[in-house]
């Protein structure tokens, strides 16, 4: 069979319905660089350890990110993280054509957090340089199945093949005070600067082999390449108050966090092999390059905790409240995908247990909620999201090393959900090719999501 007869029989198959499945993850740009989520890393050596149940107890240098008012009865000067091992993964069940899981893992070592304190007159004063969300990603995939055309009983050989590097990153640098009130009430302030960047290139696609002979084949296919690069600088004011006695202690932070600058930048391109150019509306060969400035509105986050002693012991609790957001969703011209969003009302708690292991040493244990702070919602067109609820636990422990206090700990998140790549049918509708099947579920597929988190930190 000529190649010129096999387009033929291309155009009267459904092999072009079933191109690639693949060439969804090309626009689904992020979905492990977790944009989902608000408690995404959590910070300092108590914090860790108590699943980020902190705001009430503010007993390290990490108050400056949780409720800088802990500052003002903060001893320490200097603390670091200095390396934190993280890993994630995400698992996309029955995307490929065959019905096969997509795996993607991400391994990353995370600066962590540094932080330092100073004390002038009644106010004493903190810098803090933080990480608050970190990602990088290589992951590479390729399947191969046999099939057959129901169209025509054409036996068919099927490789699909998906490539995605991201580097997604949070850098967080904040400037704080306290000043005690009275002996048991503190307040705090403190200005962050942030600085997001999210880069990546993906590429995917599919090849599909006719057999002709014994000894050989005719290969079409498509192909489907990405890269997004999208920076913002946030502003995060915040005020906090911190009461606190020999057993019971209060604590409340307000944060109001304000997008300043945005830059985004999109290039796409979509190469269809056994295409016929001449059809009406229909486009092979597609390059679409965009730009953006539009600002995401962000949720204003309310902070509560409460700790309470009971001799060696000690209990906390948290609860993050992040209420949402109605600003409309924008979206680009040419790819006509969502790039601003109503985030939901989210509330996450944490509950924390800390116990004294003689002068020296301290045994933290926490679980924690890091609910989806976006749902799936079939009325936008091309929305892009994942709704996965995690759930954590943690644990840590302060020794000495060497006559250094040290602290050793981790923790892990894991959740269901699913995820929608609706904005996949963006190129259907650009290339006038009808790359999917109909889909009466709204593109929703389940996913399941783990992270697995260890760090060492320490003073100095």
């Avoid at 998906?162 to 048991?184: M, R």
């Avoid at 600003?327 to 969502?338: A, C, Q, S």
């Avoid at 969003?341 to 040493?361: I, M, Q």
């Avoid at 006038?432 to 783990?450: A, H, R």
Wanted: charge should be negative; glycine fraction near 8%.
């Amino acid at each position: 069979m000529s190649k010129r007869s096999f387009d033929k029989v291309l155009h009267k198959t459904s092999i072009i319905k079933k191109l690639s499945m693949s060439l969804l993850f090309v626009v689904a740009s992020s979905a492990i660089a977790d944009e989902y989520h608000h408690n995404n890393l959590l910070i300092g050596k108590n914090a860790v350890g108590m699943g980020g149940a902190f705001t009430g107890v503010a007993d390290d240098l990490s108050a400056i990110h949780y409720n800088p008012a802990g500052l003002a009865s903060i001893k320490d000067g200097n603390m670091a993280s200095i390396n934190t091992f993280a890993w994630e993964e995400t698992v996309f069940e029955a995307v490929y054509g065959d019905g096969s899981d997509f795996t993607r893992s991400a391994f990353s070592v995370v600066p962590g957090f540094f932080g330092f304190k100073k004390q002038f007159r009644d106010w004493h004063y903190g810098l803090a340089f933080v990480v608050n969300d970190f990602s990088q990603e290589r992951s590479s995939d390729v399947i191969e199945y046999n099939t057959i055309d129901i169209a025509t009983g054409i036996p068919l050989n099927v490789k699909e093949f998906i490539n995605i590097d991201i580097d997604n990153s949070a850098y967080q640098l904040y400037f704080a005070g306290a000043k005690q009130l009275t002996t048991e009430f503190s307040i705090g302030l403190s200005l962050g600067i942030e600085y997001r960047t999210f880069q990546t290139d993906q590429s995917s696609g599919t090849q599909i082999s006719l057999p002709i002979s014994a000894s050989d084949s005719i290969n079409t296919g498509a192909q489907a390449t990405a890269r997004f690069n999208d920076i913002n600088i946030v502003t995060i004011p915040s005020i906090s108050a911190l009461y606190k006695t020999n057993k019971v202690s209060f604590g409340a932070k307000l944060n109001v966090p304000m997008v300043i600058n945005r830059d985004y930048e999109m290039v796409s391109t979509a190469f269809f092999a056994g295409v016929d150019p001449s059809l009406p509306g229909v486009t092979p060969a597609l390059l679409v390059p965009e730009e953006a400035c539009c600002k995401q509105k962000l949720p204003i986050n309310i902070a509560l905790g409460v700790a309470r002693e009971f001799g060696e012991w000690q209990f906390s609790v948290d609860v993050q409240h992040h209420l949402s957001t109605n600003d409309g969703v924008e979206r680009l011209e040419g790819f006509p995908v969502p790039i601003t969003r109503d985030f939901k009302s989210v509330t996450n708690f944490a509950l924390g247990v800390s116990k004294k292991l003689g002068t020296e040493s301290q045994f933290r244990v926490g679980i924690f909620t890091d609910k989806s702070n976006i749902a799936i919602d079939p009325a936008i067109d091309f929305q892009r999201v994942e709704d996965v609820d995690l759930l954590g636990i943690s644990a840590s422990i302060d020794t000495n090393l060497f006559d250094i206090p040290v602290t050793f700990g981790g923790y892990a998140k894991f959740g269901s959900g699913q995820v929608r790549v609706a904005d996949v049918r963006a190129v259907e509708q650009i290339t006038g090719i009808d790359l999917y099947p109909t889909n009466n579920e709204f593109d929703v597929s389940d996913m399941q999501k783990k992270v697995l988190l260890f760090f060492f930190s320490l003073n100095f």
